[in-house]
């Protein structure tokens, strides 16, 4: 009999039993999340079930994130219900500016080896990077959570994605996630897991890994995962009580598909309006002025993402006129570094709009919308027809660098184009 891949594993351990791809898993969930966007209607699901206290409170977590702060009476009596929901059952609850239920879930530590995590948001694969099986929910499963604890899942089939060498000089993650997302196109991972491998894999730390986790589902992906290394446990280290060990794949695993990627050839891409797998060379790219220019998200909203795009301003000089630069840091954690380190003085003196840590102008509830017609370059996921609030609006997605860069020139541009001016 073959080898398992990492899913397989993985849900064989939060089963109870082996399983393998194509089987049912009835799995015990180790940590649960809601937004405000998805609570309501699983708080609704709940009480149709007859439920009336959640089985576990401490394995759930409720963040108000995609309406911080509310945009309307409306939002904001959703707010307060899900408040006193959450202060009722004992559910731990990360408040408006505390940051994005994804990231809140990293910085706690409750991603960790071996654990089965699901999200009522499809971008909760991004925990994947820490060596668990995550993936996202609807209201109604998320429901099912709050009663019973458990969850059911097909076990996914695996695409092997093996990287080799190292990213160049201006090239990034997201690049690299781009280029996957052209390979495979929006639907080429459908309900299977992206499983990272490789000697390229050791040049990517952390959180290079949660932009590659993050963007898997706009390949259709039902989770990402990646195997438990030094870089892995040094981000952990201090955040998981629990001492860390890892699973990893078996040698003799079966995948539906292998990739290999040369990291040294690749180069800086866009993702071109109105679909993540429309990608091309920026370099390949003609004259696309831009108004808007967006860094934060789930994706590209921590810490060391806008220091990269901080780097841009120092060497080549402020945004454009006539480009509206909007800021939205990840989490309440990464604004206080922010603030700690001066990056974030250093942004306002840009002109830059800081907004509320958060989901913000990402899905287009909260934040800076896009006027009519404009071009937005953006370090977000998802760049659909509407997306951010205007369906008019053409929203191009890129590295913080590529943004910064695009910023100063007031068209889409790299660092590498700004010094041949």
């Known amino acids: 009999m073959s080898g398992k891949t990492l899913s397989e594993k993985l849900l064989s351990l939060s089963s109870g039993r082996s399983v393998n791809a194509g089987d049912i898993a009835i799995c015990e969930v180790d940590c649960a999340m809601g937004t405000d966007g998805s609570i309501p209607m699983a708080m609704d699901y709940f009480a149709a079930m007859g439920a009336s206290r959640v089985h576990s409170p401490h394995k759930l977590l409720f963040a108000l994130d995609h309406y911080a702060p509310a945009p309307s009476p409306k939002a904001a009596m959703l707010q307060a219900r899900i408040r006193r929901f959450a202060r009722e059952q004992g559910i ?13 879930v990293v910085e706690q530590g409750l991603a960790a080896p071996g654990r089965l995590l699901v999200g009522a948001d499809s971008h909760a694969v991004t925990y994947g990077a820490a060596n668990c099986f995550a993936t996202g929910i609807g209201s109604s499963d998320l429901a099912g959570v709050m009663m019973t604890g458990r969850v059911w899942l097909k076990v996914p089939e695996s695409i092997r994605i093996t990287l080799h060498g190292e990213l160049p000089p201006g090239v990034y993650p997201k690049d690299l996630a781009l280029h996957l997302a052209k390979l495979l196109g929006a639907d080429g991972a459908a309900y299977q897991t992206l499983e990272f491998h490789g000697d390229g894999l050791d040049t990517l730390d952390f959180e290079d890994r949660l932009v590659l986790a993050n963007l898997s589902v706009e390949m259709g992906a039902k989770n990402a995962a990646f195997p438990f290394d030094a870089a892995c446990g040094r981000y952990l280290d201090g955040r998981v009580a ?17 990739l290999d990627i040369d990291l040294t050839t690749l180069c800086p891409y866009v993702a071109l309006p109105h679909s993540v797998d429309h990608v091309a060379r920026l370099d390949e790219l003609g004259e696309v002025p831009v108004q808007m220019v967006y860094l934060g998200t789930c994706t590209g909203g921590r810490a060391k993402d806008f220091r990269q795009a901080l780097a841009v301003f120092r060497q080549f000089g402020r945004p454009a006129a006539g480009v509206q630069l909007v800021v939205t840091p990840a989490s309440r954690d990464v604004l ?4 700690l380190g001066g990056e ?4 306002i ?14 899905c287009g509830t909260a934040g800076a919308i896009p006027e009519d017609d ?6 977000a996921n998802r760049n659909f ?3 951010m609030g205007n369906p008019s609006a053409n929203i191009f997605l890129a590295s913080p660098e590529v943004c910064a860069a695009s910023a100063v020139a007031g068209r889409i541009a790299s660092p590498q184009t700004l010094s041949r001016r």
């Not at 206080?336 to 603030?339: I, S, Y």
């Not at 974030?344 to 942004?347: C, S």
């Not at 002109?351 to 989901?359: E, L, N, R």
């Open 344 to 347: 974030l003085a250093e942004l």
């Open 349 to 362: 003196e840009l002109g830059a709009i800081i907004v509320t840590p958060g989901c913000g102008s990402c």
């Open 92 to 104: 731990p609850l990360f408040d408006i500016g505390e940051g994005i239920g994804h990231q809140i």
């Open 242 to 258: 629990a001492p860390l060990e890892g699973l990893s794949a078996d040698p003799d695993a079966v995948y539906t598909r292998a």
């Open 385 to 387: 027809k509407g997306r």
């Open 336 to 339: 206080h570094a922010l603030a």
């Open 374 to 379: 404009a071009n937005v370059i953006s370090t």
